[in-house]
């Protein structure tokens, strides 16, 4: 079993930048392949930015291709996001989620551990 736990949002205009963190507990985090879904006000979770146990393979939603990088640190059991050119209309609650022994996928119900989430605003 892991525990995750978000960090790193905030207020921000637009245009800005934020790296969000998700550490994990436990001995096998490199076990996992990772996710960040968001979800904001009244709309359903969708999926962000996926990478596998690795780090060699990663995966966007075409609404973050080219303005979020998602990476991770094995040795620090942390997985990160980093966020550029942000806009209002990535206005959300950000998660990340674990995958045990899958590959990086998009598809929420693939992940088996989810965190409590980070709130990340962006003003206009």
């Known amino acids: 079993q892991v525990q995750l736990t978000e960090s790193g949002g905030r207020l921000v205009q637009a245009g800005g930048s934020l790296r969000l963190s998700c550490a994990a507990s436990?001995?096998?985090?490199?076990?996992?392949?990772m996710g960040w879904f968001r979800q904001a006000p009244g709309k359903e979770r969708e999926f962000v930015a996926a990478?596998?146990?690795?780090?060699?393979?990663?995966g966007y939603a075409d609404s973050v291709k080219g303005r979020f990088t998602i990476s991770r640190d094995n040795a620090k059991n942390t997985v990160y996001l980093q966020m550029n050119s942000l806009k209002p209309e990535d206005t959300a609650d950000y998660y990340c989620?674990?995958?045990?022994?899958?590959?990086?996928?998009?598809?929420?119900?693939?992940?088996?551990?989810w965190g409590q989430g980070t709130q990340v605003t962006v003003s206009s």
């Open positions: 989620a674990a995958r045990f022994r899958g590959m990086a996928s998009g598809k929420a119900l693939e992940y088996d551990y």
């Open positions: 990478i596998s146990w690795s780090g060699g393979s990663t």
């Open positions: 436990g001995r096998t985090f490199s076990s996992y392949a």
